[in-house]
């Protein structure tokens, strides 16, 4: 990491010395204006506390990526979502991420993906710079300790993106590194195994679970930062992966009891106001348990201008795709494919899951006092309709987060104020029960975990069979997950962790044909995106080259790249 940026300064030098025979030293001792000092920030207290802050945030690496506000661990709401490199949604515009549904991830072009390992590892070393220097800050013993857990978290964080999408990687440890020093050393380019980077992640959030602050998001503690809760989620999910077959470096015992040790804080709960209202505000939100902020005024792509249909105004960006449509079961709890379930593929929308009105916009739903026409000919949100390059391939609008009060056209500084959730309890129950069952069995405990979820207030969808089978459960599971945890991240990794991507990624990316006939619509599934490929290769990232390249060399590429 820091060998590219000292050869990229000395470059500099070089031509500085290429353009003048002498050099005035003098002329370099220029005090920059536009930032703060190393020694401004270790001698006042409220400088370094802005310094741990704007650790949860980062640079801006790559075109398209936080306009304005700087990105957070994620993408977040910025154009293209992590949902459109799975069989969720594909981006109508591209946005760098066709490559990866067609399985053209190379070295030299990692898409989307490409700033990960970079802006992971920056972060880690301003985070090690923090806490080797927290000490010399004046400040009380308390607030020492509790923003050195903070800054632990983070760096666990950022590790855990690491870990997820290259598998093995670097652990840097405590270590600063600094301009001058020698980079010759492969053992400082060492890949740690799975096992390893698992257990060093889970043993930092055990040390900053500690110490970081346990009241929830009603406390004083500033909404958005890290709390003993996020540190005790995060464990939960990177023990969930470390049993997951694609890891195989943890016992699904020991996911199960993670999970479990959020729950029994017992101060997070299911959000009660409503399944669409739940990522609208972290106001009086017993279910967030950490996320990113935004406000009025804090500039960036908003998800009411990025997402909406093109008749109304909008990019039509991340558009579900009908495989995960499909996903979605009966309101009666039978899936489509059922020959009891009731569905009616010339009526495809009626009677589904509650979570699928609250998360796909389809042709003739309701939208902000109209209703949405993908329909040809004629539909004012299909090739026909204004800004027809926005026109969504597949059929469909994306619906959860869209918050309805705030405007699609000119948003800017106004629109975009819903939180970016990392961790919520949903996600927590359904490890709880995954983790449980591939450890004892359905036992109760599993059953009363999903049953919560889907029987939680304006769901409200039949309890799980009785009697099923620990597989047949593992894959009700996961069935859940992919709809209760839709656009949230979670589907690129999961079905990586399964080990099934070789299936589900290489399903074409569906999408629906909507042909008015009078009063009458007919329906006709279409392939939205051609060329839907994976390869075992793909279960990780390839490290971009020019991170192999700074290495001298030294850093291995992932296997098959």
């Given amino acids: 990491m820091k060998s590219r940026k000292s050869i990229a300064i000395s470059s500099c030098l070089f031509a500085v010395l290429l353009s003048t025979a002498s050099c005035n030293t003098d002329l370099l001792d220029v005090v920059p204006t536009d930032r703060v000092s190393d020694s401004s920030i270790l001698t006042d207290s409220?400088?370094?506390?802005?310094?741990?802050?704007?650790?949860?945030?980062?640079?801006?690496?790559?075109?398209?990526?936080?306009?304005?506000?700087?990105?957070?661990?994620?993408?977040?709401?910025?154009?293209?979502?992590?949902?459109?490199?799975?069989?969720?949604?594909?981006?109508?515009?591209?946005?760098?991420?066709?490559?990866?549904?067609?399985g053209q991830l190379a070295p030299e072009n990692t898409g989307i993906a490409g700033t990960i390992w970079g802006r992971s590892y920056r972060s880690i070393r301003e985070i090690n710079y923090a806490l080797a220097n927290v000490q010399k800050v004046n400040m009380s013993a308390g607030m020492k300790t509790r923003l050195s857990a903070e800054l632990r978290f983070l760096r666990a964080f950022r590790y855990q993106d690491l870990l997820r999408n290259y598998g093995e990687v670097v652990l840097?440890?405590?270590?600063?590194?600094?301009?001058?020093?020698?980079?010759s050393n492969s053992a400082i380019y060492t890949r740690s195994s799975i096992k390893d980077v698992t257990a060093y992640i889970l043993?930092?959030?055990?040390?900053?679970?500690?110490?970081?602050?346990?009241?929830?998001?009603?406390?004083?503690?500033?909404?958005?930062?890290?709390?003993?809760?996020?540190?005790?989620?995060?464990?939960?999910?990177?023990?969930?992966y470390a049993a997951s077959p694609l890891y195989n470096a943890g016992t699904?015992?020991?996911?199960?009891?993670?999970?479990?040790?959020?729950?029994?804080?017992?101060?997070?709960?299911?959000?009660?106001?409503?399944?669409?209202?739940?990522?609208?505000?972290?106001?009086?939100?017993?279910?967030?348990?950490?996320?990113?902020?935004?406000?009025?005024?804090?500039?960036?792509?908003?998800?009411?201008?990025?997402?909406?249909?093109?008749?109304?105004?909008?990019?039509?960006?991340?558009?579900?795709?009908q495989n995960f449509v499909d996903a979605y079961q009966m309101n009666n709890g039978k899936s489509i494919d059922d020959a009891s379930s009731g569905y009616n593929p010339q009526d495809p929308y009626k009677n589904r899951d509650p979570r699928f009105y609250m998360t796909v916009l389809t042709n003739d739903a309701a939208y902000r006092g109209n209703t949405v026409q993908s329909f040809v000919p004629g539909g004012k949100d299909s090739k026909d309709g204004p800004s027809n390059w926005n026109t969504s391939k597949t059929g469909y609008y994306l619906k959860k987060y869209m918050n309805d009060a705030l405007p699609i056209d000119n948003p800017w500084d106004i629109a975009g104020t819903q939180p970016w959730i990392y961790f919520r309890y949903a996600e927590i129950l359904l490890s709880y029960a995954e983790a449980q069952n591939e450890a004892a069995g359905p036992d109760q405990s599993v059953y009363d975990a999903v049953n919560a979820i889907r029987k939680?207030?304006?769901?409200?969808?039949?309890?799980?069979?009785?009697?099923?089978?620990?597989?047949?459960m593992r894959d009700a599971i996961r069935k859940e997950r992919q709809v209760e945890?839709?656009?949230?991240?979670?589907?690129?990794?999961?079905?990586?962790?399964?080990?099934?991507?070789?299936?589900?990624?290489?399903?074409?990316?569906?999408?629906?044909?909507?042909?008015?006939?009078?009063?009458?619509?007919t329906y006709t599934r279409k392939e939205a995106l051609s060329g839907r490929h994976f390869e075992d290769k793909h279960y990780f990232l390839p490290i971009p080259r020019a991170e192999i390249l700074a290495s001298g060399g030294k850093l291995t590429q992932n296997a098959g790249y």
């Fill in 46 to 102: 409220t400088l370094f506390e802005s310094y741990v802050i704007n650790r949860y945030m980062g640079v801006r690496l790559t075109d398209k990526e936080a306009e304005g506000t700087p990105p957070g661990f994620g993408r977040g709401f910025e154009y293209a979502m992590w949902s459109s490199v799975t069989d969720e949604s594909i981006y109508n515009n591209d946005d760098n991420t066709w490559l990866i549904q067609r």
């Fill in 172 to 183: 840097m440890g405590d270590k600063v590194y600094e301009l001058g020093e020698d980079f």
């Fill in 203 to 240: 043993a930092e959030l055990d040390a900053a679970s500690k110490d970081l602050p346990t009241a929830n998001n009603n406390s004083n503690w500033k909404l958005g930062r890290a709390t003993k809760g996020a540190a005790l989620a995060l464990k939960a999910r990177i023990a969930l």
């Fill in 252 to 321: 699904w015992q020991a996911a199960a009891s993670a999970a479990k040790d959020v729950m029994n804080m017992g101060m997070y709960s299911l959000y009660t106001g409503g399944y669409d209202k739940l990522f609208l505000t972290a106001e009086n939100n017993p279910e967030i348990i950490f996320e990113r902020l935004y406000t009025r005024g804090a500039r960036h792509v908003c998800l009411e201008i990025s997402n909406a249909p093109n008749g109304f105004g909008g990019w039509g960006g991340n558009v579900p795709l």
């Fill in 456 to 472: 939680r207030t304006g769901v409200s969808m039949p309890a799980l069979p009785t009697g099923l089978s620990q597989a047949q």
């Fill in 485 to 521: 945890l839709a656009f949230e991240e979670h589907r690129y990794y999961d079905v990586r962790r399964w080990k099934i991507a070789n299936v589900t990624e290489n399903v074409p990316a569906y999408g629906m044909d909507v042909t008015k006939n009078g009063s009458t619509y």
